[in-house]
């Protein structure tokens, strides 16, 4: 299994400023990826973080907005960037080990923006 | 594209009630499919999982079965109780080993 971290847990930021979010793995990870929740909403993937090369977004989602790094196997970040009140969400980053299954999720950061 | 439909909630219940929580998929092929378990104040955890069809999937007194006819994983339990109070998430595998989920089901189980 795997434990991951995620920091800050929570922050409220002013429109047009930018927030990086910090995903840290107990272990090494094959996959990792980043989701948003949004109020009363379900998970939508915005990227799979590929380690040392540019990551890949999904539909609606660019580099631009929401540039990622995975320098290695146990660490990721994710910037939000000239954010707007619409970015309000839940960010959370999550990893799959070797071929499995199964997905390890962080706690989640709830992003505020005023 | 692939996607999850879910039953929509919330869903209250009174403890060792009999809980349904239907989950419908639309995908290409046969992908893997899952449950997910959000507890309050917690991150999302894997409840149970079918990687192909008719296999059923199990963890804690819940259950869903992989129906390709229907296109269906419906998640069981018999009987609940109060600490399965959670938001419950269907969700089957993407093309890229990411996850697709519906929209999640709060259910609340009164003592």
């Known amino acids: 299994s795997a434990v991951i971290s995620q920091k800050p847990s929570r922050d409220i930021c002013q429109r047009g400023t930018s927030l990086t979010i910090q995903c840290q793995v107990d272990?090494?990870?094959?996959?990792m990826f980043w989701y948003r929740q949004q109020p009363g909403q379900s998970l939508t993937l915005i990227a799979t973080?590929?380690?040392?090369?540019?990551?890949?977004?999904e539909s609606g989602f660019v580099i631009d907005k929401f540039p990622i790094s995975r320098p290695n196997l146990t660490f990721s970040t994710l910037t939000v960037s000239n954010m707007s009140p619409e970015d309000s969400s839940i960010y959370l980053c999550?990893?799959?080990?070797?071929?499995?299954?199964?997905?390890?999720f962080g706690p989640g950061t709830r992003l505020t923006v005023l | 594209g692939n996607s999850v439909t879910q039953m929509e909630g919330p869903v209250t219940l009174s403890e060792e009630a009999f809980l349904t929580i239907n989950c419908t998929y639309t995908?290409?092929?046969?992908?893997?499919l899952f449950w997910y378990v959000q507890y309050p104040g917690e991150g999302l955890q894997l409840l149970l999982k079918?990687?192909?069809?008719?296999d059923k999937g199990s963890n804690k007194g819940f259950e869903a079965t992989y129906r390709k006819e229907t296109t269906s994983f419906h998640l069981e339990k018999g009987s609940v109780q109060v600490s399965d109070s959670a938001v419950y998430f269907c969700?089957?595998?993407?093309?890229?080993?990411?996850?697709?989920f519906g929209k999640g089901t709060k259910l609340s189980v009164k003592p």
């Open positions: 999550s990893g799959t080990i070797g071929g499995g299954y199964e997905q390890f």
């Open positions: 272990s090494q990870v094959t996959m």
């Open positions: 973080a590929n380690q040392g090369s540019e990551a890949t977004y």
């Open positions: 995908a290409t092929g046969y992908p893997s």
């Open positions: 079918a990687t192909k069809a008719d």
């Open positions: 969700a089957l595998e993407g093309s890229q080993g990411n996850l697709i």
